[in-house]
Antibody, heavy 120, light 110 residues
């Protein structure tokens, strides 16, 4: 059974950096093909893909946000860390950690999500 | 504007069969597998279909999907009230080097 949990601040100020951690079990970042992605959903809006990091440390980022995003992994602790710099109120959204079990595919599993509000 | 195009809404009556379409291009649906997700309001998305037509364990066989060329579709047979929610399609895009989503289809069971 796969369990996922996103953790981090629920409120950040404009221009601050957001750091979220995805802690998971039942899937291992040492397994070939496994990736952990991040997707967000502004209130009342559609899903938006942000980034993915694979077992071999290959990383892909949304072209429109890539200058602001970083993903890293801690394989031994089953964690992936997501950072987004220069936060803006328009970045207010629920952020999901979402692993996949193969490369270049949409996520297979979803975390419960964490709502991040950007406000002064 | 989403890369994949879905109808914004769909509706049906209990027991009915309904399909939701997802249109893309050669760099996404045309060359990669499609997934479908269901999102009940206030909850996280749930994977209904992966690899074009594969159901994870626990997903009823009322849900099926297919892909042809640069389009895909999700079919729901024997529509039930608990099927209400938002449905999203997604695929990897070789040009954007990332996952692209449809704008979502809001399903209402009348």
């Amino acid at each position: 059974q796969i369990t996922l949990k996103e953790s981090g601040p629920t409120l950040v100020k404009p221009r601050q950096t957001l750091t979220l951690t995805c802690t998971f079990s039942g899937v291992s970042m040492s397994t070939r093909g496994v990736g952990v992605g991040w997707i967000r959903q502004p209130p009342g809006k559609a899903l938006e893909w942000l980034a993915v990091i694979y077992w071999n440390d290959d990383k892909r980022y949304s072209p429109s946000l890539k200058n602001r995003l970083t993903v890293t992994k801690d394989t031994s602790n089953n964690q992936v860390v997501f950072t987004m710099t220069n936060m803006d109120p328009e970045d207010t959204a629920t952020y999901y950690c979402a692993p996949s079990t193969d490369i270049w595919v949409p996520p297979r599993y979803w975390g419960q999500g964490t709502l991040v509000t950007v406000s002064s | 504007q989403s890369v994949l195009t879905q109808p914004p809404s769909a509706s049906g009556t209990p027991g009915q069969r309904l399909t939701i379409s997802c249109s893309g291009g050669s760099s996404n649906i045309g060359s990669n597998t499609v997934s479908w997700f269901q999102q009940v309001p206030g909850t996280a998305p749930k994977t209904l279909i992966y690899s074009n037509n594969q159901r994870p364990s626990g997903v009823p066989d009322r849900f099926s999907a297919s892909k042809s060329g640069t389009s895909a579709s999700l079919a729901i047979s024997g529509l039930q009230s608990e099927d209400e929610g938002d449905y999203y399609c997604a695929a990897w895009d070789d040009s954007l080097n990332g996952v692209v989503f449809g704008g979502g289809t809001k399903l209402t069971v009348l």
